[in-house]
């Protein structure tokens, strides 16, 4: 699986867990990359990200290493990790989200 079809997955996993924020993470060639889905809807927090919203959120090179389901919303100071790190295919075997 690509870390495009995952975020894909993961996204549509998110949609009936209102209540939940995932956090992927890894590198663009040498920097560091981050991601947070919520509610169905994937925003880099470190990159641009792409108006289209039928083009991926991934920007080219874009390595996904591990992840986070947090107690979402995330409150500045005051983030509840209930998962993880891990790999991000873990988050889509989670029993319990």
Partial sequence: MTDVELVSQLEERSRSHGDRV??????VGAE??????FRGFS???THPT???PDASVLPDG???DRAELLMGPIMPGDERVLAGPMPPAELLTQASW
């Fill in 22 to 27: 995932l956090r992927l993470m890894g590198v």
């Fill in 32 to 37: 560091p990359f981050e991601l947070l889905i």
């Fill in 43 to 45: 925003s880099s927090t």
């Fill in 50 to 52: 792409r108006f289209d």
């Fill in 62 to 64: 874009a390595v996904l």
